[in-house]
Every structure is written in structure tokens, then in C-alpha cells.
């Protein structure tokens, strides 16, 4: 359920996705998700569902030593996913603001304000991607 069929192809589509978030813009899981075309063999609905999971994972699993701004990545409610007060929430939102991300009193960023639009279409065309879906 938590690891995507390919996953190594997955997991280095959303690495490479990733890297392409600039300082100070923020993306969800889920429109990372939205970029990736479904595998042959899955069903585009349960693709839908898991896909924002496996970017969380690919994240997770993201080898040492390879450099990406996972911190950009928050849940598409604004949120940073960790639970509050935990150390990588901490660290996460730390990372966010000194991109110049702001958070409101409840701890949610303004998505109007700082979702990232995607990547460009060449990117797109060359990683055989989809335009992802809006934030905000």
C-alpha cells in the first residue's frame, strides 16, 4: 500500500519534481501526486488516493547525501504534516521561514500567497509529466 508499483521510477520522478520548488514556495503532496501519470497497470482512481502517500514516502526515502528541499512539501490544507512540536516540525517550519514562507496563527501558509505554479513545460515534457493541479 505505501510503495507505488516502480517504485524506484516513482520515487525518482518526485525527487526530480522536488527539486524544482523554489525557495520561499511551498507544494502539497498532492499536487506533486497530480503530475505523475499512472502506471499502465493501475487504476487512475486508486492512483488518485495513494499517489499523495507514495510522494510522502519517496520523500521519506530520499538516500543520504542527495539534496532536496523536502521542507517545501506541506499537506494541501497549508499544514506541515509532522505533529506539532515534534522535531521535524520544527525544523521543517525553521527551513520554511527562513525561505521567507510565513505562517499564520494557526500554523497554516497562505497557499494564495505562496504555492509554487509547477514546473515548466519543458520540464514537464521532458520528465513525461502532467500540469499539476492548482493549490490555493
Known amino acids: ?3 507505488p508499483p516502480n517504485a524506484k ?3 525518482e520522478t518526485v525527487w526530480e519534481i522536488v527539486l524544482q520548488i523554489p525557495p520561499g514556495a511551498v507544494s502539497s503532496y498532492g499536487q506533486i501526486a497530480s503530475m505523475i501519470p499512472p502506471d499502465a497497470d493501475m487504476e487512475p482512481e486508486r492512483m488518485r488516493r495513494l499517489a499523495p502517500r507514495w ?3 519517496a520523500l521519506r526515502k530520499t538516500p543520504r547525501g542527495k539534496s532536496i ?3 517545501r ?3 494541501s490544507r497549508g499544514e506541515i504534516s509532522f505533529p506539532a512540536g515534534s522535531p521535524q516540525a520544527d ?3 525553521r527551513l520554511l521561514e ?3 514562507v510565513e505562517f499564520d496563527r494557526r500554523g497554516r501558509v ?3 500567497r505562496f504555492a509554487w505554479a509547477g514546473p515548466d513545460e519543458a520540464f514537464l515534457r521532458r520528465w513525461d509529466l502532467l500540469p499539476p493541479r492548482a493549490l490555493g
Do not use: A, K
Open 98 to 100: 527562513q525561505e521567507g
Open 55 to 57: 510522494v510522502g514516502t
Open 73 to 75: 512539501v506541506i499537506n
Open 69 to 71: 528541499p523536502w521542507h
Open 91 to 93: 525544523e521543517q517550519r
Open 110 to 112: 497562505d497557499l494564495r
Open 9 to 11: 521510477t516513482f520515487f
Open 1 to 3: 500500500m505505501f510503495n
